[in-house]
């Protein structure tokens, strides 16, 4: 062979080598890292363990259970508003009557069916109720209106917070069933006080579907 031919073909013989001995050691440098004892390997980072760190990291943290004594007693719609039957008076006249619903029983007002509240049958002393509220609410709202087939008498219903008048409701036999609002002020105690106005048979009112808030 030629020696210029022969020195040409070892020079790049010896390139190639080269070429490959410089793409491991870039891969290795990649794969190894500097480690204080000398020959000691590193782990070698990669994308999966990367991905496996993130994920660890960002667990989702347990929701701590709620005790069971802090949850309220009391049945609530989904407004949140506390129904009026869970907290029943604790004292009535004995004309008054108390539905919960869960008996079969009702009474109807301007046609409807009602099955939960209090009636209160009005004669000269008329009739009331008293609520215990330990101060939890600011608001009651409830349905009120004259039972059919009763007196055809108008009536005035009072209401007494903490034993000081509050507000009062004048409701006229004939009307249709009225809701209104009572503003209780987070008020402990609560009178519902009801007389007809003028006698024209003895009447009996309701109250229902009532929703403290």
Excluded at 18 to 37: C, E, Q, V, Y
Excluded at 81 to 107: C, I, K, L, N
Aim: charged share 15%.
């Amino acid at each position: 062979m030629n020696p210029h031919v022969k020195s040409a073909w070892i020079i790049g013989l010896c390139t190639v080598v080269a070429g490959g001995i410089g793409a491991l050691a870039t891969h290795l440098a990649m794969t190894w890292g500097a480690s204080d004892d000398i020959g000691s390997p590193i782990t070698t980072v990669t994308a999966t363990s990367i991905v496996t760190a993130t994920v660890t990291q960002t667990a989702a943290v347990p929701t701590p259970s709620v005790a069971e004594d802090s949850v309220a007693p009391h049945t609530t719609d989904a407004a949140g508003a506390t129904q009026w039957m869970s907290v029943p008076a604790y004292e009535t006249t004995r004309d008054v009557s108390m539905y919960t619903g869960d008996d079969g029983r009702f009474f109807t007002m301007a046609g409807k069916r009602y099955t939960n509240g209090y009636t209160l049958d009005l004669y000269e002393s008329g009739a009331h109720a008293l609520f215990n509220l330990d101060g939890k609410y600011a608001n009651l709202k409830l349905d009120v209106g004259r039972v059919d087939g009763t007196g055809a008498a108008d009536a005035v219903l009072r209401v007494f917070l903490d034993g000081k008048p509050g507000p009062s409701f004048d409701l006229r036999a004939e009307d249709l069933v009225r809701t209104i609002n009572i503003r209780l002020g987070y008020a402990r105690q609560l009178k519902l006080q009801m007389s007809y106005i003028k006698y024209n048979g003895y009447p009996t009112y309701g109250l229902s579907n009532g929703a403290f808030s």
